[in-house]
């Protein structure tokens, strides 16, 4: 029998949105792990804002949209917000309801650079690792560090030299600047717009470009990114910050005692 196609739909819903997400998804045991990592930021969260005046979006929903941004490589927070208002799934993982509007996507953004600082997101990351579940697969015997280049948000023609001297570029919204036949480096040049930023190569035959270099302590058993930090575009960095991170390593769970054995007597005489 040919089922009707009906265009229009009911009016109301009996269904529960946790009832339509499946019992092992993954997202499920990532969402438990995340409310708990959560719970134990509530105080931080409460001195992050005023005891009056208009509520603002809860810190906890903006980390969860956070990390769905992340988890599904969604490339803008307005295409973000667009999933979150259709997909069941990215409502229930940030805890809206089916009825409850979804938050601009610029307000999404301000909110979410002003509650994302270091503290903040080091805690988060803290309070995730010190999980039971989560302690359980980490070990401070099985890790590495990575590093790797972030662009800066600095364009070329912004490194000058220190001194004043050479031409600027040509008038206009983004004049052009001869290069050729001009050395530049960190000691003589600094950019005008980014002065954090270092001119760095990864490797023989690369470009130069300003950077800054990102590192993650990587747990190598189980794939996790146990802590991360940027520095400076130095020589000097990647071994630096694989000094400090390595210190950071937790103890994770107990070490498996050793067998001994007692050694046979020698048949010889």
Known sequence: ???????????FSYVDIEGRIPARHPL???RRLTNAALANLDGAFSALYEGCGRPSIPPERLLRATLLQLLYSIRSERQLVERI??????RWFVGLSID????????FSKNRDRLLTQEIAQGFLSSLLGLPEVKGLLSAEHFSVDGTLLKAFASMKSFRPKD??????????????DFRKTKRSNETHISTTDKDARLFRKGDGQESRLSYLGHALMENRNGLVVAAEATLATGKAEREAAAA????LPEGPPSAPTRTTTPRPSSKA
Request: glycine letters at 14%; zero cysteines; proline letters at 7%.
């Open 1 to 11: 029998m040919r089922g009707e196609d009906r265009t229009s739909g009911t009016l």
């Open 164 to 177: 004043g001297s050479g031409e600027p570029p040509s008038p206009g919204r983004n004049g052009e600047a």
């Open 28 to 30: 499920r045991a990532m």
């Open 85 to 90: 208002e259709f997909d069941l799934l990215f």
């Open 100 to 107: 409850e509007k979804v938050f601009d996507a610029s307000t």
């Open 245 to 248: 991170l390595s210190e950071r």
